[in-house]
């Protein structure tokens, strides 16, 4: 059983891959062992990072089966199973509690728009066959719906153990955080990583982010700083994170380029392949020039 | 082979189910038989109207086969095989070749935005892999990206045999006909039925209309007063489809509520039941109730 | 009085300018010449293409004014009032009113987002003022309000003699047609010059069509092949606007590129000045190369 | 001359009225004095709060009369000067430079959309003519424009003295923060009022809070605690703003409704008439009823 509430940095880990039908084998072992030395607290297997929806069920089964086995119950691993059709996430929670994982997360299906009400007659037709805890995932860029308070309400009523709020909106975040303030096991997880400090100084629990997969140990580094509430360090770190974010998830302008620079920065720090899931392509020479040059940069500072 | 230009009227056919896991078999039936007495030109299965995105593989297979069967070549059958997965696309298309269906209709992967870049790309990946004809499906309210005119020319360059327009945006379908006017074989087809006679009388071919699920003989009478070029015909038949809009179309606000009403008043017509798969709900006795008075209303005047 | 309904060609005129704060007389001269010349039923003063909103209220009383003396009451001539604050509206419409013009024309105070029913509440204030017929003009990329044709319906019991829809959005213009059709007083007009044949064939009135200060005659010519329901013929001409739009409309990619390429184009014409108030700026010499060639290449095919 | 940076608390202050054209001169009397009371830091007067483009000129120009009288250079005074029409905002700036207020804030011209580029250009031709210092004021809710960091960048170089960021993206402010930490004489101002502590303690220097017109005190203490980096006291303090938030700012839904709220409120502690200029309309009954309910709740918590 997951200890509640889940806390600390889960990184959405991203997906080795040698081609769209092929795990990086040995890059995930090297990346799963690079967030677990670098201290992480989780893993959320499968979410958009993950690139969940590009993958076929066939490769999202091996990859939670592998982890599963590299993990071995060192830390939490929670799984994202949405689709749009409610079968596709029903098989994919079952799997991972088959193989003893510990949560899902969960998000809106993503085709057809749905309205709040809607929202909570899925809820009320899903959870009921959810074999493990479950998280809810509020990530409008994606699956068009920005989920209300009331419909996490909704969703705790239900059972869920959290919120991952990657919406960008923090008043959103700070009336997750004063809604559930009285439910010290709900998790407030923060989406956005520039979120961290805040999330925690008022009262949240943690971050899945992004960037951890490449600095893992400088997420941690910011975790702490906050639970310690030591403003200076936060600052330190905080600068060090906006870095990251203006150079390797900015070398290209597309909603993907965040993803296709962690993969390509992971690739040139020799840690798993870059090749990315269709509809997507890793980056070509030029881009990843300009990210190996990032890289040696931050040699020193940023590790 | 599908004779080219695919025009006319070519329903989005609802998905009859029992529920979740089952598909309405009778209601199949009875559907398909009074599409194609209302003399509709082909069929689009597995689009929105159609549910794909909520629905199981095995389901989305099954009503392939029984839809081929139950056709049997009278009229062409195209098939949606929108995902997010490469690999979803491609099962469907293979087995909707292998029964002997006519064609695939493609939206743009819908969960990551994409730009138009990227969807050129994943064309390139795309398109080689695919053992039918394809149509390129604009749909931006669901898969959140609009199709622009250079993208569709691409497709087009890789063997695309149409375009179905549903943003809504008329500007946008005249631009598509403007650009494609020099080849007659290019379907353009609208996805807003209001714009069906816009659409032939300006060069285009069909309308996927999902209001022919109810009333095909009228959507088919549209078509053939366009062609016609009957105008005192098209305005009367046009004030026809507007009323169902004002109805059957608005008992609920929800972007669903187009399909809750058609599939409701196909069950108050007992063509077939009115389930909705999950996320989705079928309208409850209020709505109902609503729906049953408009069809009454409506005897004699639409059909 | 003004003969109702209001119909026909209405060109939203540019406001000829030397510089901010001063007519283009001479221009402005040329240009009305030139527009009645060219047939058109009315003219429309001080809208988004006249870049109302820009201007001093000494230069929009003095640009009435020498508007009203060269008219001469030989076509109705209507007047933008639209501003955030009432009394601004009402000074104009005034001065309107006292220099003997037709209409006012009345879009949504812009500045907060307002909701319908405030919209409502706004008429009820500001109609019992207004000295002059009003048009409703619904514009919502510049007043981020879509009136619902309910509002349209509240304004017309105010007293409205019409409505301009510049939304785009021909559901909606359909809507309105329908909605108003026994009220044959009541005017619909397209702020979409595509769209003047839909408009016409299907019960509407007019069209406020920017590209008639560039080709009168051409727009004249689509409104009476409208009116005549000569299919042949609106396609031929409507090949031609759509000519305009893919060139002179789209040298630049901004909001304002459209009255900026109007403008370089009636300087290019020699008709009048192509300055453009602040915010905005008149084209550079790249730009205008452009236009030179276009309008070159339209001679013989589009006067 | 003000003192640079502009810093701490500065309420973007309710215009009291009589009706559409008359200051409740007592109310504003009223107003200031609780505002300097309450230790705030400076006034924004003709904000968005302020109504101010619902307000004629004339009135604009009395109330920052009587507003520069009665504070009488206790504390800085800056004016919104932003208007669609140059002539207007210089008008509204050569005014408030004449009676001996501080500074002004320019948002872009809201009606027709404008680039980013088109903003340099329009800050080229504005700034030089501006006979005060100038803060930038991002409001894309109201102008639809989100300026860039490189357009408040652009600005800096013009001369600006600050940048009032309303967006209500936090991670926009973080950046803005970050771009200009080596000016410290660069005031960062956030917009939204629950960001304060963010602000404060990661570098920026100030709020105008709408809510501090209500409860001066309260933000002034916030501002305080997040100087002296005293957490605990934040924690106490923003519970109390996001009560605001929850009660006063939502008894309507409406973009209006916090002006409305506050207005309403004002009233109900006596302090100043709550008529909202045209378009909008004070709360009725109902609504003053919820806002007494709430005052009375708050006192002692708030105050």
Not at 153 to 165: P, Q, T
Request: proline share 5%; hydrophobic share 40%.
């Amino acid at each position: 059983m997951m200890k509640l509430p889940l806390k600390g940095i889960i990184p959405p880990v991203v997906t080795p891959l040698i081609d769209n039908n092929k795990i990086d084998v040995r890059g995930l072992e090297k990346l799963l062992d690079y967030l677990l030395t670098g201290g992480v607290h989780g893993l959320f297997m499968l979410g958009t990072t993950g690139e969940a929806t590009s993958l076929s069920y066939k490769l999202r089964k091996e990859l939670l089966k592998r982890t599963g086995e590299l993990v071995n119950h060192r830390i939490p691993v929670v799984v994202g199973i949405t689709d749009t059709a409610l079968d596709g996430s029903l098989e994919i929670a079952e799997y991972a509690a088959n193989i003893g994982l510990d949560g899902v997360v969960i998000a809106p299906p993503y085709y057809m728009p749905i309205a709040q009400e809607e929202m909570w007659e899925y809820l009320e037709d899903l959870v009921p066959e959810l074999p493990l805890p479950f998280i809810m995932y509020d990530m409008p860029v994606c699956t068009k719906m920005h989920m209300s308070v009331e419909t996490i309400r909704k969703a705790k009523e239900l059972g869920a153990i959290g919120v991952k709020d990657s919406s960008g909106d923090m008043s959103y975040l700070y009336s997750l955080i004063n809604e559930f303030k009285d439910s010290p096991d709900f998790s407030i997880i923060a989406g956005t990583e520039l979120y961290i400090p805040e999330t925690i100084l008022n009262g949240g629990h943690g971050a899945v982010a992004g960037g951890a997969n490449l600095f893992p140990g400088l997420f941690v580094d910011l975790y702490n700083a906050s639970v310690d509430r030591n403003l200076d360090k936060i600052a330190i770190l905080r600068d060090k994170i906006m870095l990251i974010d203006s150079t390797i998830y900015n070398v290209g302008k597309n909603a993907s380029s965040v993803i296709k620079g962690i993969k390509c920065a992971l690739s040139v720090m020799d840690i798993c392949n870059d090749y990315m899931a269709v509809p997507f392509r890793q980056y070509g020479k030029e881009e990843r020039m300009k990210i190996e040059k990032y890289i040696k940069e931050f040699e020193g500072i940023l590790n």
